[in-house]
C-alpha cells in the first residue's frame, strides 16, 4: 500500500501521487491516520461498475425470491434481528 501525507500533496501538489498511481491506490494520511484514497479514473470506474453490477445480481435475486414467495415478515424490527441471530452462518 502506497502511502503519502497530506503534507506532501499541499507542498507538491497532486504531481506527488503520479507516480505511485502506477502501482494502484494511494493512500493519504492526515493527523496520522489514513483518511482519503486517491485513485486513477480507470480502477474508479471498474469500481463503481463491479458495484452496481452486484447490486443488480442482488435486487435480482430478492424480487425471484419474493415472486417464488421465500420472504419472512417480521413485526418489529426486534423481530427481525432475532430471527437474524438464530441463522446459523
Avoid: C, F, W
Wanted: proline share 1%.
Amino acid at each position: 500500500m502506497k502511502t503519502i501525507s497530506s503534507q506532501e500533496i499541499k507542498r507538491r501538489g497532486i504531481s506527488a501521487v503520479d507516480e505511485d498511481l502506477k502501482d494502484g491506490p494511494v493512500h493519504v494520511i492526515k493527523n496520522n491516520k489514513l483518511k482519503y484514497v486517491i485513485m486513477d479514473q480507470e480502477k474508479y470506474s471498474e469500481l463503481v461498475s463491479e458495484s452496481e453490477a452486484s447490486y443488480d445480481k442482488r435486487l435480482i435475486k430478492a424480487l425471484d425470491e419474493i415472486e417464488r414467495g421465500e420472504i419472512q415478515a417480521h413485526d418489529t424490527i426486534n423481530d427481525l434481528m432475532d430471527a437474524i441471530d438464530s441463522e446459523s452462518i
